[in-house]
């Protein structure tokens, strides 16, 4: 069995300042084996929000697997942003924009989606759908766990999703992926899509953990609770201080 928290969109720099204790809090009573955080981890990619994000991450009771938002490389700084983009969030949180995790229970990619030619719009390069097709080409009987910033569904009146997202759909629907962890609407969703063989993926769009602005009305995150490719999915959200679950999910992944 394994239990894995998904956060997404801290935006630190432009938080609420009392929910880091409180997920901190929240984490101390879950205890999960590792977090998955996609992307959007500082406002405006400063020094010092990296900074500070550093703090919050080494404080963590879990290792971690993290990707970059587009809010984690420079806006101001045109010459930055097309020249040296990850910088920042590469001194400050991970040598590698793309990371991997295997163990008994799962496999999970964690991909970079920023494109750093645009302000908001994201895409998965060539290179990344690549390593995506090798890392889950085996079936295996593990939970396959695919996280990357952008989303890849059309909401009304939100960004625009992925800008090969029917490439990605596509692979989708025909790989042995069991959930995909997105981030960047600021807004909590959770979806099925039914693949080729007929089996289900689950879509987990995560809400913003943090960040004063969210299109839900909540500041939230998922609790990834897997055994025997059973999941049950918790969302939990921030209520008079405290992180409450709200909502439970169930899927069964096993043949």
């Not at 901190?24 to 981890?41: N, Q, R, T, V, Y």
Request: charged fraction near 20%; aromatic fraction near 12%; proline fraction near 4%.
């Amino acid at each position: 069995m394994i239990k894995i928290i998904h956060i997404s969109d801290l935006h630190v720099g432009h938080h609420l300042e009392a929910i880091p204790e409180a997920f901190h809090e929240a984490c101390a009573l879950i205890k999960p084996d590792l977090f998955l955080i996609s992307g959007d981890l500082t406002q405006r990619a400063k020094s010092w929000q990296f900074k500070a994000l550093a703090e919050f991450l080494a404080r963590l009771p879990a290792p971690y697997l993290v990707t970059p938002g587009n809010h984690d490389i420079p806006f101001f700084n045109a010459i930055a942003r097309l020249l040296w983009p990850f910088k920042q969030y590469k001194r400050h949180v991970s040598s590698t924009l793309e990371v991997s995790f295997r163990n008994a229970d799962c496999r999970i990619l964690g991909l970079n989606s920023v494109n750093p030619y645009e302000i908001k719009d994201g895409r998965l390069s060539e290179a990344s759908l690549t390593k995506m097709k090798a890392f889950f080409q085996s079936e295996g009987q593990q939970l396959n766990i695919l996280f990357f910033h952008h989303n890849f569904h059309y909401f009304e009146g939100m960004h625009n999703p992925l800008t090969n997202a029917e490439e990605f759909i596509d692979y989708l629907k025909q790989s042995p992926i069991h959930i995909v962890c997105t981030g960047h609407l600021h807004y909590a969703n959770i979806t099925l899509i039914e693949k080729n063989n007929g089996d289900n993926a689950m879509i987990l769009h995560a809400g913003s953990l943090s960040c004063v602005r969210t299109r839900d009305k909540f500041n939230s995150f998922y609790v990834i609770n897997n055994e025997r490719l059973t999941c049950e999915v918790d969302r939990y959200v921030f209520d008079k201080g405290q992180f409450i679950p709200q909502e439970k999910f169930a899927v069964e992944f096993a043949k």
